[in-house]
């Protein structure tokens, strides 16, 4: 579901030429805030793995569903019309 769910919606954004900044609007903020947690997780899984067994599931999930999150920040912020911040190298 995650994967189909994440496609569509990628499908639908302009391509990403730059990196994504964490912010923009609330609910984006908020997506982003669940992306970093998720991330965590993620870390704190693998670290865990290398101690205790755990499912071969969980780690590939936890990264498909931060990648899910971020592209539903950029999915809402685009469906809201909220600014999605992009980082912009310096020029000299």
Excluded: K
Aim: charged share 25%; proline share 8%.
């Amino acid at each position: 579901m995650l994967e189909n769910e994440l496609d569509g919606w990628n499908d639908a954004l302009p391509e990403l030429r730059s990196f994504v900044l964490p912010g923009g609007g609330r609910v984006g903020a908020f997506l982003h805030v669940a992306r970093t947690v998720c991330r965590r997780a993620e870390r704190c899984t693998i670290s865990l793995s290398e101690h205790e067994p755990i499912g071969e599931l969980v780690i590939p999930y936890l990264n498909r569903l931060s990648d899910h999150l971020f592209v539903m920040s950029r999915h809402v912020s685009r469906l809201w019309g909220e600014p999605e911040p992009l980082w912009q190298p310096e020029t000299t």
